[in-house]
């Protein structure tokens, strides 16, 4: 008998406004430990929180891009813990009554399209850090733990999927398409190495239609990655258990990406115990229609819409998705150069080949505008400039020397298709070459290629390869 | 002489009979006779007093005061933020702790010139009726020094009635303004919730607690009243709109307005004396031609059992803070859980420990529904009782306290026997509205006895018209024992 696995996941979510979530100080990563901290996020005795409009506003975008329902009226819970990063011991955050629930995402994942529904996505602050000292960097062998409350009161978006997805690779899939929309909606730099997003798991197996299994929450996931192969080894996992007869413990287990397990961190006995209530320093949050509204009026193009519209343009679907998710200025030269006349397919290929591999390179590149793409796509097509020239026509581009004619002028690249220029060169060729000459009327076809390669030698690679082939032809006919 | 009221201070700055620096020492010599039999104060900030009333004094020298609060020595209850001065709450747990910053009410005190004076006692972050709950003894009352100046903010009260300070900022989240008042024979008034901002008041229970003046006579906590009240942005509880006048129709009497006297506050639990008290009051409003009523508040009792679910509730969380890692007392242990058990053991005291306890009681899974969930429908049913009550009279009217001052010690032991002692205040907390307590008379022990108004939310303007009144008629000008015969 089979083993269906049940995966549900929950997303973190930085949001990088300007100001933190129920303060002023400023939201900024790698900043000298609590410089950015203030009587509110440090939890001091009399202050206060104030929310911030804009996270509120982003995080409603958010619900909206993922087909959430948003909820007029929202209310923020205290949820009590203590723990020593956390200043206040309780973490304000939604419950019952969060900003957006019931919608979905649409994924193309590598065995299809399918779609994954949004339980909800609510309101939160983020938590402080602490550093451990000491051997392994872990809380139970640390001599000493410093704490750094600059990222306390960050705002934190968390999205709770469903537990709709069936497989490891296809949870892959949903995270990186929920990455990607969060990144087109510019609210988050989405670093899942640097924690400002962040995915949990919870994974179950049951019987295909039978009822629910013990579910596992895996932590500890900092990339696709180790997203994909901890769920795989979850699953593993659960299903030796369950073969040997055995149970699977609810708990919360811990990604360990260098062993490659999972491995128990408590047992979750019974849930915690968080006594949620609504927090009375705020009021509800209302989103009314004219406000909404607006949000929605201002949502951006999202992945799976840019998508469509560039197979629409006639760029091939791998070409498309890797477009899509790169970053916005490469999509906007793109978008610039098909306005200004490019070919669709031969700009996705060119902007997700040379011009990323280029800025994979060196960062501080710039970019040509739409219209110097469209002229260098342009050249290449008229035979103004060869393939590989073209390249060297870009470089010159991306290192600021001009626009496309002006580079390959300058750097002399643009091919010589003048016959009567070529004639002077390939009899220069023929009457250094000639045994080749001889050779080839003696029958040896191929050695016409060492001469076409003569020829472009002596022309710089400049020569129009056809025209090259044309003349020889003649001469030696 | 004896401490000025704002009023007469106002009066004798502006002819030239008094300045600031005199007020001042005027204050603190009352202070240094009464303290070691009162104990009011927890702190007197004696340099930055000087150096404020200093300033005043140049201003009224130039010219130049900014308003009737200006050079007026004022206390302020310590669990009020005060940037470089100790603030403690009356707690072992925040023995030491100095804020960085002012809360809102005491900068704008500070803005509008007047003089801090110190901070005053308390019952540990305001859990409590008679000031008993300081980690750091208790107040006296100083009518009889052998009894309660009531609570929390009893320090405050005592000092107003003693002339320690001219007027005061207390706290009240279920009475803790009014009874204290009332005890002391002074004036205490908390405004309609959102009214004045809570930044800076190190919060016991956040959707009760609220700011408020006690002072000598009703026009001195109009004053106060006027420069603490408005909207606050660093508060999202702060109420954005208009602050009502509290002197817009003060000398309008009270012909035509309708007072009710709430039944379930004047009979059984209320102590005969103060019934009576209250009743005379009323009687000579009548005279001046108000309409006086009976009305009903059916869930007076219910609401003191609502009252100590929610506020407990907020207060576990509210106080969750103090663990010893970033401030405050820290008792070590071997682990981080252990280092923050440890130190809440030892910093709160047992009303405290009493209250966290409740709370988290009635937040836990499985008892929510029916302790928290419960006691929020309670509270909307006062709101609904209060407003059918408003149906029948303009302003509802109860005696402050059941009881005048009781004996220090005498309901320590008995912490339901203390939580009666909130049953007249806790409603208006729980509905969010106005209230004001002011002496009317004295009991046979010679003990003061406090009327207290209560107007619908944002009704100040008639609150203060009515307490005006009262004020006239009940003529109250006794003066505590320690205050008398003094130089």
């Known amino acids: ?55 509120i506003e982003w995080l409603v975008k958010i619900g909206l891009a993922l087909n959430c329902r948003i909820n007029e009226w929202s209310v923020f819970h205290r949820k009590n813990y203590f723990y020593a990063d956390l200043p206040k011991n309780y973490q304000i955050s939604q419950y019952d009554h969060p900003v957006c629930v019931d919608g979905w995402l649409d994924v193309s994942g590598p065995d299809g399209a399918f779609r994954v529904g949004i339980e909800r996505a609510h309101m939160e602050e983020d938590t402080g850090k602490s550093i451990h000292l000491g051997e392994g960097g872990r809380i139970h062998s640390a001599t000493q733990t410093l704490l750094d409350f600059n990222r306390a009161g960050v705002p934190l978006v968390e999205i709770v999927s469903k537990p709709d997805i069936g497989t490891p690779p296809r949870a892959r899939a949903f995270a990186q398409e929920l990455r990607e929309v969060i990144l087109t909606l510019g609210v988050s730099d989405a670093r899942l190495e640097e924690g ?149 397919r031969t700009t996705a290929l060119w902007v997700t080949g040379e011009i990323t591999a280029a800025l994979r390179r060196d960062e501080q590149l710039r970019l040509p505008a739409g219209g110097e793409l469209a002229e260098l796509l342009t050249l290449i097509e008229q035979g103004t400039v060869s393939a590989s020239a073209a390249k060297e026509v870009l470089a010159g581009m991306l290192a600021g020397e001009g626009g496309a004619r002006e580079v390959a002028e300058r750097r002399n690249l643009i091919q010589i298709s003048d016959s009567d220029a070529l004639s002077e060169v390939v009899d220069t060729v023929l009457a250094e070459n000639p045994d080749a000459v001889e050779r080839y009327r003696a029958g040896e076809g191929k050695v016409l290629g060492f001469l076409v390669g003569q020829v472009m030698r002596a022309t710089g690679g400049r020569a129009d390869p056809r025209l090259v082939n044309r003349l020889l032809a003649e001469r030696l006919g | 002489m004896s401490t000025p009221t704002i009023a007469e201070a106002n009066r004798l700055f502006e002819e030239g009979l008094l300045d600031p620096v005199e007020l001042l ?121 052998e009894r309660v100046p009531g609570g929390s903010s009893g320090g405050s009260a005592a000092a107003v009635a003693v002339g320690s300070a001219v007027a005061a900022l207390g706290s ?8 204290p ?123 003191l059992s609502a009252y100590y679910l929610v506020a407990p509730a907020e207060c576990s969380a509210n106080l969750a803070r103090f663990d010893g890692i970033r401030y405050g007392l820290r008792v070590p242990g071997d682990t981080v859980s252990e280092t923050m058990g440890r130190t809440r053991a030892e910093g709160f005291g047992p009303e405290v420990t009493r209250r966290i306890l409740l709370g988290t009681y009635a937040l ?102 009515v307490a005006a009144e009262v004020e006239r008629v009940a003529g109250f000008d006794a003066r505590p024992r320690l205050a008398e015969g003094m130089p």
């Open chain 2, 172 to 179: 009240d989240t279920g009475g803790s303004i009014r009874q």
């Open chain 1, 196 to 344: 400002s997003m962040r995915f949990d798991a919870n994974v179950s197996l049951r019987r295909p239609g039978g009822p629910l299994g013990t579910k596992v929450e895996v932590k500890n996931m900092n990339s696709f990655r180790s997203l994909e192969r901890a769920l795989g080894y979850e699953i593993d996992r659960q299903r030796k258990l369950l073969e040997a007869g055995r149970e699977v413990v609810q708990e919360t287990r811990h990604w360990d990406e260098e062993a490659g397990v999972t491995q128990g961190m408590r047992t979750k006995e019974v849930s915690s115990d968080y006594r949620y209530f609504p927090d009375p320093d705020l009021v509800p949050i209302v989103v009314d229609t004219a406000w909404r509204e607006r949000i929605a009026a201002e949502l951006p193009e999202l992945p799976a819409q840019r998508r469509a519209r560039y197979l629409d343009q006639g760029v091939d679907p791998q070409t498309a998705s890797v477009l899509s998710a790169s970053e916005p200025d490469l999509r906007n030269l793109y978008d610039q150069a098909v306005e200004a006349g490019a070919d669709p």
């Open chain 2, 25 to 145: 020492s005027e204050v603190l010599h009352r202070a240094s006779l009464t303290e070691a039999e009162l104990h009011a104060y927890l702190t007197i900030d004696h340099e930055g007093a000087r150096r404020r009333a200093e300033a005043a004094a140049e201003r009224l020298a130039r010219g130049e005061r900014r308003g009737p609060l200006d050079g007026i020595p004022i206390a302020l209850k310590d669990n009020l933020c005060t940037k470089g001065v100790e603030t403690t709450c009356a707690s072992q747990i925040l023995a030491g702790w100095v804020p960085p910053y002012d809360a809102t009410a005491v900068a704008r005190l500070q803005e509008a010139g007047a003089v801090l004076v110190g901070k005053t006692n308390l019952d540990e972050f305001a859990m409590g009726s008679s000031t008993e709950n300081s980690a750091y003894g208790p107040t006296r009352n100083p009518w009889d020094t």
């Open chain 2, 364 to 465: 836990s899974a499985g008892y929510y529904d029916a302790f928290y969930l419960q006691a929020q429908r309670v509270r909307a049913l006062v709101v609904q009782d209060f407003a059918e009550a408003y149906q029948k009279a303009d302003v509802l009217v109860s005696p402050t306290s059941p009881t005048t001052a009781f004996p220090l010690g005498a309901k320590v032991a008995d912490p339901l026997a203390m939580y009666m002692s909130d049953v007249c205040t806790i409603p208006s907390n729980l509905a969010g509205h106005p209230a004001i307590s002011l002496p009317v008379g004295l009991d046979s022990a010679g003990l003061p006895i406090g009327l207290q108004i209560m107007a619908p939310a944002l009704g100040e303007t008639l609150l203060f018209r």
């Open chain 2, 181 to 303: 008042a009332a005890l002391c024979g002074v004036v205490g008034f908390k405004p309609t919730y959102g009214l004045v901002s809570r930044y800076g008041l190190v919060a016991f229970a956040s959707s009760l607690d609220q700011i408020g003046p006690i002072t000598r006579t009703v026009a001195d906590a109009g004053m106060l009243f006027e420069v603490i009240a408005g909207h606050d942005p660093l508060d999202a509880t702060s109420y954005p709109g208009q602050v009502p006048r509290w002197d817009a129709e003060l000398d309008a009497g009270v012909g035509g307005v309708r007072i009710g006297l709430v039944r379930e506050l004047s009979g059984d639990g209320i102590d005969p004396e103060v019934a009576e008290v209250c009743r005379r009051v009323l009687d000579l409003l009548s005279d001046q031609g108000a309409q006086v009523v009976e009305v009903s508040l059916p869930t007076v009792e219910v609401a």
């Open chain 1, 1 to 55: 008998m089979t083993w269906e696995p049940v995966i549900g996941i929950e997303v973190h979510v930085e949001l990088l406004t300007s100001s933190k979530m129920f303060c002023g100080c400023r939201v900024s990563f790698g900043d000298p430990p609590n410089t950015n901290v203030c009587p509110t996020c440090l939890g001091l005795p009399g202050s206060l929180p104030v929310p911030n409009r804009r996270a």
